[in-house]
T-cell receptor, first 113, second 112 residues
């Protein structure tokens, strides 16, 4: 089945380290998103991309960067991780038609110590 | 700004009762409103969605209503069952940029 795959699934890293979370999809979708989930705060949009040449900041982009290496790959980087970036991170994809479902990856649980 | 407010944050009901979750949005141009269910340790998954040309949509025990004038939409679950226990998220697709903005989530607990 076509899916959205995130790697790694779990990661513990130290403050100040650089870390990359990767997302790949086999759904053939153009739109890709990175969200962060914290208890009580819902899913907050970090970055989104509509194609390899289009990258947009979301609600909480400070401290993060992204790269759209191909239509199927969208990576999220923390250049210098800090403890309050400890969260569950989700990648999502959707078709070009804006009025269609977004599909989520399994999530990456990141802990910064 | 672009915002989706969701209430309540937690909801506890007895099995068989109904549950209602409400959301408001800020962009009058929004035209797509999905609802996602997230079970413990799992990814969010779509359960129902509604588009701006429809006021109500129903799928078995789940229904969604949309009031574009008031900029709010609601999820209704009837005859709740323990397996309905999960976190539910509403979302709105903002016309400018097409980004999908989520509410803060509602943790629903259905007691047997």
């Amino acid at each position: 089945d076509a899916d959205v795959t995130q790697t790694p699934r779990n990661r513990i890293t130290k403050t100040g380290k650089r870390i990359m979370l990767e997302c790949s999809q086999t759904k053939g979708h153009d739109r890709m998103y990175w969200y962060r989930q914290d208890p009580g705060l819902g899913l907050q949009l970090i970055y989104y991309s509509f194609d390899v040449k289009d990258i947009n900041k979301g609600e909480i982009s400070d401290g993060y960067s992204v790269s759209r290496q191909a239509q199927a790959k969208f990576s999220l980087s923390l250049e210098s991780a800090i403890p309050n970036q400890t969260a569950l991170y989700f990648c999502a994809t959707s078709d070009w038609d804006m009025n269609t479902e977004a599909f989520f990856g399994q999530g990456t649980r990141l802990t910064v110590v | 700004g672009e915002n989706v407010e969701q209430h309540p944050s937690t909801l506890s009901v007895q099995e068989g009762d109904s549950a209602v979750i409400k959301c408001t949005y800020s962009d009058s141009a929004s035209n797509y409103f999905p609802w996602y269910k997230q079970e413990l340790g799992k990814r969010p998954q779509l359960i129902i969605d509604i588009r701006s040309n429809v006021g109500e949509k129903k799928d078995q025990r789940i229904a969604v209503t949309l009031n574009k004038t008031a900029k709010h939409f609601s999820l209704h679950i009837t005859e709740t069952q323990p397996e309905d226990s999960a976190v539910y998220f509403c979302a709105a697709r903002y016309n400018q940029g097409g980004k999908l903005i989520f509410g803060q989530g509602t943790e629903l607990s259905v007691k047997p």
